[in-house]
């Protein structure tokens, strides 16, 4: 009996209307969260790719993949470190790791795709917009055009995280504002709606008793089907 009652006309356009409602706003908030992250992460790529660029200019003209002791290079490598709070190694034509300024793997070999499309002349980048990280690998090519080296990097980006947090809590607030805008849209429309219904059941059971002798005029076709139906069984 209870359930009977919930389940009425009224709780069927109260949950189509609050659903209609609620999916676009999800939608929104997916497309808009994405499209941010996604472009953050590019920009950051593009940023580090040019850096890199030049830092692999400024290794292939010294003697940085013998001697690691330059002071410009490493305080370029600490800059590009602390920006993006990245990880930096250089690997030389044996795939020795000749600096890497967490110093944990220097000396040890490093065989990845990434390095080895870098040797092959070809910089290529990757990242994950979920996790915020994102790997570079670029070539140090000399003079001749003879790759030396890569330079690879590893980072997570900090600044797109904590803008994410912020629109987070931005969209959870409109979403929880639009939710009950709308449930109270939902409502009223299912109120407005189902009014007509109400008032034809009172026109059916006045008919029934001798008040009416046929159902009035109603506001919606269907509901005035129905009432030029009933009216032609009277």
Not at 22 to 46: C, D, F, H, W
Not at 68 to 74: E, G, Y
Request: net charge neutral; charged share 15%; with cysteine.
């Amino acid at each position: 009996g209870k359930i009977r009652n919930i389940v009425s006309l009224r709780f069927f356009i109260t949950l189509i209307v609050i659903i209609a409602g609620v999916i676009p706003i999800i939608v929104m908030e997916q497309a808009v969260s994405y499209g941010y992250r996604n472009s953050s992460m590019k920009n950051v790529i593009t940023d580090v790719n040019k850096y890199c660029n030049i830092l692999s200019k400024d290794i292939a003209a010294g003697t940085y993949m013998t001697d690691q002791n330059s002071a410009t290079i490493n305080a370029e490598l600490e800059q590009l470190a602390s920006v993006y709070s990245a990880r930096i190694i250089i690997v030389d034509g044996n795939f020795t790791i000749v600096k890497d300024n967490y110093v944990f793997d220097e000396g040890k070999i490093l065989i990845s795709e990434s390095v080895l499309n870098a040797y092959s002349g070809k910089s290529n980048s990757t990242y994950n917009v979920d996790r915020a990280t994102a790997e570079v690998s670029l070539p140090i090519t000399n003079l001749e055009g003879e790759t030396v080296g890569v330079i690879n990097v590893s980072l997570i980006n900090h600044d797109m995280i904590t803008v994410m947090e912020y629109i987070d809590k931005i969209m959870n607030a409109l979403k929880i504002g639009f939710l009950l805008l709308w449930i109270v849209i939902a409502f009223l429309s299912s109120h407005i709606l189902v009014r007509p219904a109400i008032k034809m059941g009172n026109d059916i059971m006045g008919t029934t008793v001798g008040k009416n002798t046929e159902l009035g005029s109603q506001p919606l076709y269907e509901y005035r089907y129905i009432a030029n139906s009933v009216n032609k069984m009277l």
